[in-house]
């Protein structure tokens, strides 16, 4: 099993530019997360699914857009890039009970 | 307002030494505590705490629940410079398996 994947691993983006990152997972979780890691932070929730075409608001959504079509995928979209978005972004996905497992993550700039 | 809070935030041991690390929270509707580890990458995750006085043990590594108190400890014997890291504590808040972060806290193991 892969687990958890993500696309790209790194990502320059000029501010205005958008970009979708790509997360999948192959353990038949039924739900997946977006979270953004930066320095002093921890981790910090954007946006999740509890199933095929479902999402949710996490705490920190602005600026961001989500789909999850397919039960083993979940886009992270964003449309106009700002340099407040430099981070690295990691997915997750787990069963309703028990931990989640993390993709590698990506490490997104915004100049 | 749910929060989860870890201390110390950084912490620098040399090898052989004992470390305990500390998790406070403050959650409406707790279900269960984790405990990640994480290197450059992705955390790695190591344990779930559901009861209170349960210890739960993995090699050098172990932890404990206080749902009195609300707080949990990690223990680490015998710290070797492969336990260098950022443990990341978490909480289970019942929001559709939503996880409420701390900070983390760095740990350092010195030759």
């Known amino acids: 099993n892969a687990g958890v994947t993500q696309t790209p691993k790194f990502r320059v983006l000029k501010t205005g530019q958008s970009m979708t990152l790509l997360c999948a997972q192959d353990?038949?979780?039924?739900?997946m997360y977006w979270y953004r890691q930066d320095p002093g932070m921890g981790l910090r929730l954007i946006h999740y699914?509890?199933?095929?075409?479902?999402?949710a608001k996490g705490e920190v959504p602005d600026g961001y857009n989500v789909s999850r079509l397919k039960k083993q995928n979940f886009l992270l979209g964003l449309e106009s890039a700002a340099p407040s978005q430099t981070s690295v972004y990691f997915c997750?996905?787990?069963?309703?009970?028990?931990?989640?497992?993390f993709g590698p993550g990506t490490r997104l700039t915004v100049t | 307002e749910d929060k989860v809070v870890q201390s110390p935030l950084s912490l620098v041991v040399h090898e052989g030494d004992t470390v305990t690390l500390n998790c406070s929270y403050e959650?409406?509707?707790?279900?269960?505590l984790l405990w990640y580890k994480q290197e450059k990458k992705a955390p790695t995750f190591l344990f779930m705490l559901?009861?209170?006085?349960i210890e739960k043990k993995s090699g050098r590594l172990s932890s404990i629940l206080d749902k009195k108190e609300l707080f949990s400890i990690l223990n680490i014997t015998a710290t070797q410079t492969g336990d260098s890291a950022i443990y990341l504590c978490?909480?289970?808040?019942?929001?559709?398996?939503?996880?409420?972060f701390g900070k983390g806290t760095k740990l350092s193991v010195k030759p």
């Open positions: 997750a996905s787990s069963y309703r009970v028990g931990p989640q497992a």
């Open positions: 353990m038949n979780h039924e739900y």
């Open positions: 699914s509890v199933g095929e075409g479902t999402t």
């Open positions: 959650v409406t509707n707790f279900r269960s």
């Open positions: 559901t009861s209170s006085g």
């Open positions: 978490a909480v289970d808040g019942g929001s559709q398996g939503n996880l409420i």
